[in-house]
Antibody, heavy 118, light 111 residues
Framework: QVQLQESGPGLVKPSETLSLTCTVS?????????WAWIRQPPGKGLEWIGS???????YYSPSLESRVTISVDTSKNQFSLKLNSVTAADTAIYYC???????????WGQGTLVTVSP | QTVVTQEPSFSVSPGGTVTLTCGLT?????????PSWYQQTPGQAPRTLIY???TRSSGVPDRFSGSILGNKAALTITGAQADDESNYYC???????????FGGGTKLTVL
């Protein structure tokens, strides 16, 4: 059974880069699925950040595209998120997830809270 | 910019039936948007309930069902139970390529 686990710093300073990694176990990241990042500010709703396929093809939310990079490391069975020039508005629980093409059948990680603060 | 709309809150009596909806500020929702539904309780990751309009995710009881009603996607809970009290989110696939937009969520109260 596939499991996803987010990891990375829980505190990032304003204007710096937020970096998170999702480690996938129980399934090869080279399989026929998309790998996504989704976030949720405290007390608010979910926001799709972007997705990547194992080939390296990436897809980003238009509202975040200028600041986001998602990458994949098939040798480590991991994919990563970088969000630059962060502000307090980027404070959120960040989830990594897996979904099939054209399907919202996400398998979710447990999420990790990232706080942007001096 | 098209926004995905959901009722902010809803209440249902135990044993009752409730239908939550997921719409667009511009246009109609269809199966081509692959509407999906998620349940989230405070402090927990979302749980996928329904995907591709009406397919239940593994382990989801059949009292949860999805459909298209008029110009919106719908999640119907039949025989509501106390532990159905949660936040429910929908997501729609928008346009070409890979691009998903979540609704703002519905807080469901069972009382």
């Amino acid at each position: 059974q596939v499991q996803l686990q987010e990891s990375g710093p829980g505190l990032v300073k304003p204007s710096e880069t937020l970096s998170l990694t999702c480690t996938v176990s129980g399934y090869s990241i080279s399989g026929d699925y998309y790998w996504a990042w989704i976030r949720q500010p405290p007390g608010k709703g979910l926001e799709w950040i972007g997705s990547i396929y194992h080939s390296g093809s990436t897809y980003y939310s238009p509202s975040l595209e200028s600041r986001v990079t998602i990458s994949v490391d098939t040798s480590k069975n991991q994919f990563s998120l970088k969000l630059n020039s962060v502000t307090a508005a980027d404070t959120a629980i960040y989830y990594c997830a897996r979904n099939p093409s054209s399907s919202g059948n996400y398998v979710w990680g447990q999420g990790t809270l990232v706080t942007v603060s001096p | 910019q098209t926004v995905v709309t959901q009722e902010p809150s809803f209440s249902v009596s135990p044993g009752g039936t409730v239908t939550l909806t997921c719409g667009l500020t511009s246009g109609s929702v269809s199966s081509n948007h692959y509407p999906s539904w998620y349940q989230q309780t405070p402090g927990q990751a979302p749980r996928t309930l329904i995907y591709r309009t009406n397919t239940r995710s593994s382990g989801v009881p059949d009292r949860f069902s999805g459909s298209i009603l008029g110009n919106k996607a719908a999640l119907t809970i039949t025989g509501a139970q106390a532990d159905d009290e949660s936040n429910y989110y929908c997501v729609l696939h928008m346009g070409s390529g890979i691009y998903w937009v979540f609704g703002g969520g519905t807080k469901l109260t069972v009382l």
